[in-house]
């Protein structure tokens, strides 16, 4: 077999998996299913509660990542599961290695719980957070958003909530992770957001031109095991974020927006964020605004080094806008 035809079957093969996890998807809308994701934290003490330890039902295998049996979920699920390449047998222990969350009524797939690998991509509270700040923006605006862009898509939850209220938008769902941009394909095409396009770019560095919106939620949070979805970089976590200032500054059409949601340690009531934010911002003419969404969040992180000093973790949503 020759290396070109190698690439076709494998091509082949990838694509009749995304239309199986497709498939998969609207079988769970079918049957009614729903699920909130909540932070990890609660997750596993959720699972620890007596009788948790195995899924009973659709919400346990595919939101809760709980093991089950091979007789506990419809064989045209399992099946579908199979074709998609995302169940996992250990003897007469099953699991599904994706998970389904339910937000804008639409279902997201993303990766089990616990998300542990190097390409885990994450949903969670705060995926909600900035998908709502997002539609917000877009809804206050005066000015139609024709392109737009969502930095470290994930899911592509950011770039979906846009172009279901962006009519005609052209929306790039953009992302390092190989395995998100598979899942921001799969949730687009769920959602029916056919003007997302999911794109594989280190910032902006894979999108030409400019836009009147820019969307991300990149990791924030200072990870000692540096996984890719949570490390935000730098001695604060702030890396990601502020490289993602620094872009929109240069690429933001006249009249567009940016909608930064992020969150940082305060250390003994100073935000080192916001003065970073500011010291850049300086130089543009951009006009900003910045506050706390959430003062008081992961607080199981301030038992760690990595957050030895801070008094609290606050996320918070940077928005700035270029004059028209």
């Not at 089990?112 to 991509?121: C, G, R």
Request: proline share 5%; charged share 20%; hydrophobic share 40%.
């Amino acid at each position: 077999m020759t290396t070109t035809h190698s690439a076709v079957v494998e091509a082949s093969g990838a694509a009749a998996r995304d239309e199986a996890l497709q498939q998969l998807g609207h079988a769970l809308r079918a049957a009614g299913y729903s699920f909130t994701t909540v932070t990890p934290i609660t997750h596993e003490r959720v699972n620890r509660r007596p009788g948790n330890a195995w899924a009973h039902d659709l919400r346990g295998a595919f939101g809760w990542s709980r093991p089950f049996r091979p007789d506990t979920l419809p064989s045209s699920i399992v099946a579908l599961m199979d074709a998609a390449g995302v169940l996992e047998r250990d003897g007469d222990a099953w699991r599904s290695t994706v998970r389904f969350s339910s937000y804008d009524g639409e279902l997201f797939v993303h990766s089990a719980f616990p998300t542990t690998a190097a390409d885990s991509v994450f949903f969670g509270p705060d995926t909600y957070r900035m998908a709502d700040a997002a539609a917000a923006h877009v809804s206050a605006r005066t000015a139609p958003v024709r392109r737009a862009v969502d930095i470290g898509c994930g899911t592509g939850a950011g770039a979906i909530t846009v172009a279901k209220r962006a009519s005609g938008a052209e929306v790039y769902a953009v992302d390092i992770n190989d395995t998100a941009l598979r899942y921001a394909r799969v949730n687009a095409a769920l959602a029916g957001a056919n003007g997302v396009r999911p794109v594989r770019s280190d910032l902006l560095s894979g999108v030409d031109g400019e836009f009147d919106l820019i969307v991300s939620n990149p990791p924030f949070m200072v990870d000692p095991a540096g996984r890719a979805y949570r490390d935000g970089g730098g001695p604060g976590g702030h890396g990601l974020s502020l490289a993602i200032l620094d872009a929109a500054a240069t690429r933001l059409a006249p009249g567009g927006s940016l909608v930064l949601f992020s969150g940082v340690g305060i250390v003994d009531g100073h935000d080192s964020l916001r003065a970073a934010a500011a010291e850049r911002l300086e130089s543009t003419e951009l006009v900003w605004t910045y506050r706390e969404v959430d003062p008081d969040v992961y607080d199981e992180e301030l038992d760690g080094d990595a957050y030895s000093d801070a008094e609290r973790i606050a996320v918070v949503l940077l928005t700035a806008v270029r004059p028209g």
